[in-house]
Each structure stands twice: as C-alpha cells, then as structure tokens.
C-alpha cells in the first residue's frame, strides 16, 4: 500500500544532542511537510517542501533543520534539542491536486 | 490570519448517542475545510474534505457539513471504536493547514 513511513517511532534524546528523524514515502508526492504536535495542541507546520524548493515558516527556530535529497525521502535535523522540543513530529504529503494531506503515523521525541 | 476553533474540546457521548462536533473558521479564499481523525500516539487520518458552504460528504456513522462561517461533523449512534480526537483544518490562500485544537470524543458502551 502507498504511505508514508517515519523513523524511528519512539527517539529518547539529551538535551543538546542533535538528532535526526527521517519520512519516506511512496505517494510520489511533490510536497512534503513537517509538522510539531505538543500534548493537546494542533499541528504546528515547522517546513515544507514543494519538490526541492525549501518553504521555512517564520517563526521555526533555527535549531530546526530540513533536507529532501529525493522525492521519497525527507530529514528533520534538531541540531540542540531542549526540554521544549519533545514533541510528536509528523511528516505529511500532498499531491499536485492539493486535496488533501497524508500523514505519517509521527515520531515522539523525548528529550532528557 | 487564517484560524479555526473546535468545540467542545472534549465530549464524552454513550453508545449510539449522536451528536455534533463543531468548527468555526476565518479563512482569506477558502481552498478547503478538511476534518482528520486522530488516535492516541499516531498521525491524523484523512476523513474529508468540504471546498463550498452548502456541500455535505458521508461516510459510516460521520457527516460533514459546511457553511461560510463554520462545519459540522455530526456523529449518528457512534460506537466506542469511534472513540478519538477530530481535527478540523482549513487551507486558503497561503496554500497551508491551519488545524484546529480538535474535539477529543470518547464513546463509552
């Protein structure tokens, strides 16, 4: 079946200590999206990607990093993770037609 | 600024109890008002999408319903499996999701 896949599910951190979370997927989308999820809130977009092109939304800090080297796959960089970004990340997609967005299954980052 | 509120944040309904979540919206060109399901520790799942006041969608025990102003979705005798927590999410002329806080619905039996 098409989907798209995160990696790792569960990732423990310390504080400081950079770390990568990875989003594959199978759609053939051109856009990728990343998303932050705190315990009750909405989504939070952090970045998108419309095929390489980089879209970075004003307020994501710049320890939050993007890289797409393909089409099926996507890297979210925390370069210093602290207490304030242990979150569930999701990672979405969205075809030419934009009606709507798939979404992976999320990584919950703890951060010690 | 594009913005959506969900309410009530919780509700809590007995098996084959229907009621109404809600979605009230701002929105700069509305593109789409979509509703996403989602259970605990996963990623939202993809429910519908409404693009006009006055359209409605179906699907099981779930009915979307749009107006200019605000969406519906309206749960016919839910079951516990319905059990989650909905989001709404408009997408207008920036091209993003503007999501929701979501409903969080539990179904006791």
């Known amino acids: 079946d098409a989907m798209v896949i995160q990696n790792p599910r569960y990732q423990v951190t310390q504080f400081g200590k950079p770390v990568t979370l990875s989003c594959s997927q199978t759609l053939n989308h051109n856009v990728m999206y990343w998303y932050q999820q705190k315990s009750s809130q909405a989504p939070k977009l952090l970045f998108h990607?419309?095929?390489?092109?980089?879209?970075n939304e004003a307020d994501t800090p710049d320890n939050f990093q993007s890289r797409r080297p393909n089409t099926s796959f996507c890297f979210l960089d925390i370069r210093s993770p602290g207490l304030g970004d242990a979150a569930m990340y999701l990672c979405?997609?969205?075809?030419?037609?934009?009606?709507?967005?798939?979404f992976g299954p999320g990584t919950r980052l703890t951060v010690l | 600024e594009d913005q959506v509120t969900q309410s009530p944040e919780a509700l809590r309904l007995q098996e084959g109890e229907s009621s109404s979540l809600n979605c009230s919206y701002t929105?700069?060109?509305?593109?789409?008002l979509f509703w996403y399901r989602q259970d605990p520790g996963k990623g939202p799942e993809f429910l519908f999408t409404?693009?006009?006041a006055g359209e409605e969608k179906e699907k099981e025990r779930l009915k979307a319903t749009l107006t200019k102003k605000e969406s519906f979705l309206h749960i016919t005798a839910p079951k516990p499996e319905d059990s989650a927590t909905y989001l709404c999410a408009v997408k207008g002329g920036s091209e993003k999701l503007v999501f929701g806080k979501g409903t969080k619905l539990t179904v006791n039996p």
């Open positions: 990607y419309y095929d390489k092109d980089f879209n």
């Open positions: 929105v700069s060109g509305l593109r789409g």
């Open positions: 979405a997609t969205e075809g030419l037609a934009g009606n709507e967005q798939f």
């Open positions: 409404l693009y006009s």
